[in-house]
């Protein structure tokens, strides 16, 4: 049944038109200043550590010189309290001269130098969130233009201090200002977190016609109770939000906090993993300069982040809760491959969930594994049942091929053709990647 969708998904994509700035046709990825950093602007006290333009070229340093870059993260994303607290003389947003004395063009040459974007921050209603000056329909123009100048490759639209009137109005208006500057920048709307989420309220349609991204929901904290409430959130909505995504539109869980305070090794790799499923944008909210080996290996993995970049651009979702804790999670693949997560909400210890491929709706064949997280593969034909452990609050994460057709030995037997094919599977029950 699974590869049946997989089959015929594309074609239900061909009539959903994307934002058409050529951009993000596959989530973007990069690293995003607000969840570790805030609005820190103290840079008297910790000139490392405040919003400031050392800060982001610090993390532009890192995206280049440790392998970030090369795996996709080139997005370098400034987000609320830049700005000085008064436009210029000529009604422009200005930085604040203390903390980015170079200004934000300079800063976008050293990203640009460096192969990667700058990303900055505005908000639709008379103030930010942070209470710095709002970008309020009046001055949509003429912000659009001044981060054109800048140079600035993607532009995250909040939505303090505004009501649902004008941002009916202005988030359309912002789409089209960016495009009218001739600049391609990427365009992130906070406009359905602001509606809560979900129709008649928001319309995926016109959102996908109009942004590259939207944040569907609150704020991700530095905790495991904030992303299993945001997990939950988006898998108990995903029929209302996997047809909203498709390449050049992504649904937004929000940031990565692996590498931050909040997450253990499993949970971060939980993190990864239905970041991955959800196709969602892989925006990094932690400090490069000290992030730990481990959360740098489950961040750099190859398998989870080309699973997140499938090209197909097909949103996973949740197939199965099972009265155990674990949850099933899928997505379907280019190359008619898939990606599968099981995932434990249980706090005792790992727990064995017995499955086959065939009770995951897998249709006949021969599968090659790969687990994303152990670098181990095998094969298992889709009758075989297997065992695989998984951690509390942890995943274990499959990248599962296309299937082989069964190689059917035919033997002559009792004078007519037998198939041998289920003979060597019998009782043993293969405990996968245990
Ligand atoms: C602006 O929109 C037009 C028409 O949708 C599109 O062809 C063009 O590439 C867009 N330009 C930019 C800079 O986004
Ligand atoms: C929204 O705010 C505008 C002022 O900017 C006001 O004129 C309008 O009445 C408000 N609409 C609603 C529905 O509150
Ligand atoms: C949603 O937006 C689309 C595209 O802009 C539009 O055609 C459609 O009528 C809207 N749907 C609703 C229910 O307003
Ligand atoms: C995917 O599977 C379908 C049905 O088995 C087959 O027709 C198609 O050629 C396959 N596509 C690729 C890319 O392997
Ligand atoms: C498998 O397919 C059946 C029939 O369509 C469906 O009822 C069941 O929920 C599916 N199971 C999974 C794990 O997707």
Redesign the pocket.
């Known amino acids: 049944m699974h590869l049946a969708l997989l089959v015929c998904a594309p074609a239900l994509f061909v009539a959903t038109l994307a934002l058409?700035?050529?951009l993000m046709r596959t989530p973007p990825m990069g690293w995003l200043a607000w969840e570790r950093y805030r609005c820190d602007i103290d840079c008297d006290s910790d000139p490392k550590n405040c919003i400031s333009e050392n800060l982001f070229m610090d993390m532009a340093d890192r995206l280049s010189e440790d392998g970030w870059r090369e795996l996709g993260y080139v997005y370098v994303n400034i987000d609320d309290c830049w700005s000085s607290k008064e436009r210029d003389n000529q009604g422009r947003l200005q930085p604040d001269p203390k903390r980015f004395p170079g200004g934000i063009k300079k800063l976008a040459r050293y990203l640009h130098d460096r192969g990667l974007k700058l990303g900055i921050y505005g908000d639709m209603g008379t103030y930010t969130c942070g209470g710095y000056p709002g970008t309020p329909v009046e001055k949509i123009e003429i912000d659009a233009q001044t981060f054109a100048e800048w140079e600035v490759d993607m532009f995250k639209y909040d939505g303090c201090y505004s009501n649902a009137t004008e941002q009916e109005q202005g988030y359309p208006l912002m789409s089209k200002a960016l495009?009218a500057t001739?600049?391609?920048i990427g365009y992130s709307c906070s406009w359905p977190a602001y509606q809560g989420g979900l129709p008649p309220k928001v319309n995926y349609t016109q959102l996908g016609e109009i942004c590259n991204l939207w944040r569907n929901y609150g704020d991700i904290q530095d905790s495991w109770d904030s992303v299993l409430n945001i997990i939950d959130w988006f898998f108990d909505n995903q029929d209302v939000l996997i047809p909203a995504a498709a390449p050049g539109r992504w649904n937004d869980p929000d940031m990565l906090i692996i590498g931050d305070f909040g997450l253990s090794m499993d949970q971060s790799r939980s993190q990864m993993a239905l970041w991955a499923i959800m196709a969602a944008p892989l925006f990094m909210s932690n400090d490069l300069r000290t992030v730990s080996s481990g959360a740098r290996n489950i961040l750099q993995n190859k398998m989870a982040i080309s699973i997140n970049q499938d090209p197909m651009g097909i949103q996973g979702r949740r197939i199965l809760k099972e009265k155990s804790g674990i949850e099933v999670f899928w997505r379907p693949l280019s190359n008619n491959a898939s990606a599968l997560v099981f995932f434990s909400r249980r706090t005792d210890m790992p727990y064995r969930y017995h499955t086959s491929l065939a009770k995951l709706n897998y249709t006949t064949g021969s599968y090659k594994i790969f687990d994303v997280f152990t670098d181990k593969a095998t094969t298992l034909k889709d009758a075989t049942e297997f065992v695989v452990s998984v951690n509390p609050t942890g995943v274990v994460m499959w990248y599962v091929s296309a299937p082989a057709k069964l190689n059917l030995r035919l033997f002559y037997e009792g004078g007519s053709f037998q198939s041998s094919t289920y003979r060597d599977d019998e009782n043993a029950i293969p405990r996968v990647f245990l």
Do not use: I, S
Request: net charge neutral.
């Open positions: 058409d700035n050529g495009n001739g600049r391609p």
